[in-house]
């Protein structure tokens, strides 16, 4: 399986964007699937996942902001960022939680003050 992430942009604080993580095979085997972020200089982290049956988990700086919901059928995951802040900077990724899927290109978020 590889992921394609995608719908990263620049945007002012309290924007808002979506991103799409679509996969070139099946997630549906894939208990969780989670976004992580990397910020410059500093490790990725894993924001946000989500299992099988819908249910969710969130890094506690973006819980009630950022929603992540998937569709095994369009084999695609998704994170709705609301609120955006400029700490919210950084490469976004989607993968399995934990990962084990080699890591795609990941998709930009620029968040400005």
């Known amino acids: 399986v590889q992921l394609q992430a995608s719908g990263g942009g620049l945007v002012q604080a309290g924007g808002s964007l979506r991103l799409s993580c679509l996969a070139s095979?099946?997630?549906?085997?894939?208990?969780?699937m989670g976004w992580y972020r990397q910020a410059p200089g500093k490790q990725r982290e894993l924001v946000a996942a989500v299992t099988g049956d819908g249910r969710t988990n969130y890094l506690h700086s973006v819980k009630g902001r950022f929603t992540i919901s998937r569709d095994n059928a369009k084999k695609t995951v998704y994170l709705q960022m609301n609120s955006l802040k400029p700490e919210d900077t950084a490469v976004y990724y989607c993968n399995a939680d934990p990962a084990f899927i080699s890591w795609g290109k990941g998709t930009l978020v620029t968040v400005s003050s």
């Open positions: 095979g099946s997630i549906f085997g894939i208990n969780v």
